[in-house]
């Protein structure tokens, strides 16, 4: 348990790097959180800094859930004997948690992070690098029919455990309960979207909508 506990909060602590405010740093002391919807994330990056900046943030924010599922788990630790009761697999899985758990609640920053899309897509570089492709389209096809960022990331998050169940199972057992607990985060971390698109005032990109007219983005 010890392994586990240790390389938990190493994953956690590579988490809260925030690429948001590391490149705000770089930008001359830039917070987001203060800016647009508050996120610490790629999305409001974009809104309120524009391609580069949000680039960079997204870079940063899958990065740390590929070190944090992949490098960490496998790190030789002084004091901290590899624990042979341990199933590496599930060490994996917790540390991948562990990363998306930090950058949403960031210990270096008061708690306040991102929602953990960004984080949870680096994570399944490791634990799951055959679906990130399908993840991705579904993602682009809601968000083109949409216009909805935070309803393109929850119906992604929900069709990956729902083509694991139905595809993958009885195999990839760790891969789908780390999906299906995901899933229920990220949906749960996006409730402030689903009350604006309830109340009609959700951020909605119009232009990259395939059937929308509006030339604009749609703020009502």
Known sequence: MLELGVKFLISYFIGSLMGAMIVGRLRGGVDIRTMGSGNAGGTNALRTQGAVFAIGVVIIDIGKG????????????????????????WLTVCCAAAAVLGHV??????????????????????????????????WVATLVLSGFVGLATMVAATALPLYLGIMVLPDEQPLFIYSVVMMMCIIFWHRSNVQRMREGSEHRNSRLMIFSRKGNDDES
Do not use: C, N
């Open 66 to 89: 590929v070190v944090g599922a992949g490098l960490v788990p496998e790190l030789q630790l002084p004091f901290v004997p590899e624990d042979p009761m341990l199933s590496r697999t």
């Open 105 to 138: 609640w960031p210990i270096y920053h008061g708690f306040k992070g991102g929602k953990g899309a960004g984080t949870f897509v680096g994570t399944l570089v490791v634990l799951g690098p055959q679906v990130i492709v399908g993840v991705i389209l579904v």
